[in-house]
C-alpha cells in the first residue's frame, strides 16, 4: 500500500452532510467528515461506508434562547424528535481527477407533538422507518497531486432526488408534517468546492456547499442550505484524533404546506471524535456533534448532541 493510500485511508469517507433542521426536528448529522475523497485517489478504487446517527431534539429554542410551549389553541407544540438514521454511501475514483459517489440514507424518527384544541391538548405521535432522499455527487479535482502531503482542491456537484416518502401517517391516520417527512419531495441541486492539504502531521480540510431545490411536489420547498466546515485530522499512534468545526446556514421553507416562520436557522457545532483502524482495509470512526451557536427561526426544536458511529470499507 503506498502512502498516498495509506493517509488517505486513515480518514473516515462519508460524503455530503444530509440535511438538517426543522420545526418539528428531523434531522440528519450536520458532520463533514469526507476528507478520504479529496485526498489524492487512486484508478479503480471502490469505497463503503455505513454509518449510523443518533440525534435526539427534545429542547424548544426561540432564536438562541431556550423556551417552553406555548399552549396557543388551535396550534400545535412540540415535544420531541428522536432520529436515529442508517446511511450507506458508496464512491468509486473513476480516475485520478474524477469521484463518483451515491449515498442512500434510511430514516428512523419518532416524533411527538400536543395539538391544543377546544377540548384541551390532544397528544399525537409518529413512528416510523423509511427510505430518505437519495444524492449522487461528483468530486472532481483541479489539481495535479500525486501524493498526501500535496494540496489538492476541486469542484463538488451532485443532486439531491426525491426518493423519500412525503405521505407517512401515524396509525390515526393524520398526515405528518412537510419537514418531518422522510423526504422533502423536492430535486435539488448541489454545488461547492473543497481544499485539502498537511501541515507537519496534521492532515486539514475545508468545504463549502450550498443546496437549492430546482423541483417541487405539493406546495412544499425547503430552504436553500449553505454549509463551510473545517477540519483537522492527527495521529496518535494507529489512532487518528479528529476535529472540525461546522457552519450552517439554512433559509426558510416556502410554500402552502411549508411553515416559514418556524424554519431554518445559522448553527455553528464543535465536532470531535476518533477513527481507529480495525486491519486490512477497514477502520472504525466516531464523532460528537456539539452546538456552540443554534439561532433558529420562530420555535423550533433543537439537540443539545448528536453522535455518529461508522465503518468505512475499501476494495
Avoid at 492527527?234 to 421553507?253: C, E, K, S, T
Wanted: aromatic letters at 6%; glycine letters at 10%.
Amino acid at each position: 500500500m503506498n502512502l498516498a493510500r495509506q493517509t488517505s485511508f486513515a480518514l473516515p469517507l462519508l460524503l455530503l452532510p444530509l440535511a438538517a433542521g426543522a420545526s418539528c426536528g428531523s434531522a440528519f448529522c450536520s458532520l463533514n467528515t469526507d476528507w478520504d475523497t479529496q485526498a489524492p485517489w487512486q484508478d479503480d478504487a471502490t469505497r463503503l461506508d455505513l454509518r449510523m446517527e443518533a440525534i435526539s431534539q427534545d429542547q424548544l429554542r426561540s432564536g438562541t434562547d431556550k423556551t417552553t410551549a406555548s399552549g396557543t389553541l388551535g396550534e400545535h407544540d412540540e415535544i420531541r424528535t428522536r432520529n436515529r438514521n442508517l446511511v450507506a454511501s458508496l464512491s468509486h475514483a473513476f480516475s485520478p481527477s474524477l469521484n463518483l459517489a451515491l449515498q442512500v440514507p434510511l430514516v428512523s424518527r419518532d416524533h411527538a407533538h400536543v395539538f391544543n384544541g377546544a377540548g384541551g391538548p390532544e397528544p399525537e405521535s409518529w413512528d416510523f422507518t423509511r427510505l430518505g432522499d437519495v444524492r449522487v455527487l461528483a468530486h472532481l479535482r483541479l489539481d495535479a497531486a500525486q501524493s498526501a502531503h500535496d494540496r489538492s482542491y476541486g469542484l463538488i456537484g451532485g443532486v439531491k432526488l426525491p426518493t423519500g416518502s412525503i405521505d407517512v401517517r401515524n396509525t390515526a391516520g393524520e398526515l405528518a408534517e412537510r419537514s418531518l417527512q422522510p423526504g422533502s419531495g423536492s430535486t435539488d441541486l448541489i454545488a461547492g468546492g473543497f481544499v485539502s492539504g498537511r501541515l507537519a502531521q496534521a492532515s486539514w480540510h475545508t468545504q463549502l456547499n450550498w443546496q437549492h431545490a430546482v423541483s417541487t411536489r405539493q406546495d412544499y420547498q425547503p430552504g436553500d442550505r449553505v454549509s463551510l466546515d473545517a477540519g483537522v485530522s492527527y495521529p496518535l499512534g494507529a489512532v487518528h484524533a479528529l476535529a472540525q468545526i461546522n457552519l450552517l446556514w439554512r433559509g426558510h421553507d416556502t410554500g402552502l404546506n411549508a411553515e416559514p416562520a418556524d424554519s431554518g436557522g445559522k448553527y455553528v457545532y464543535f465536532s470531535p471524535g476518533l477513527a481507529v483502524p480495525l486491519g486490512g482495509d477497514t477502520q472504525l470512526y466516531g464523532l460528537v456533534q456539539l452546538p456552540l451557536v443554534q439561532n433558529v427561526n420562530g420555535v423550533q426544536l433543537t439537540a443539545d448532541w448528536a453522535a455518529t458511529v461508522g465503518l468505512t470499507m475499501r476494495f
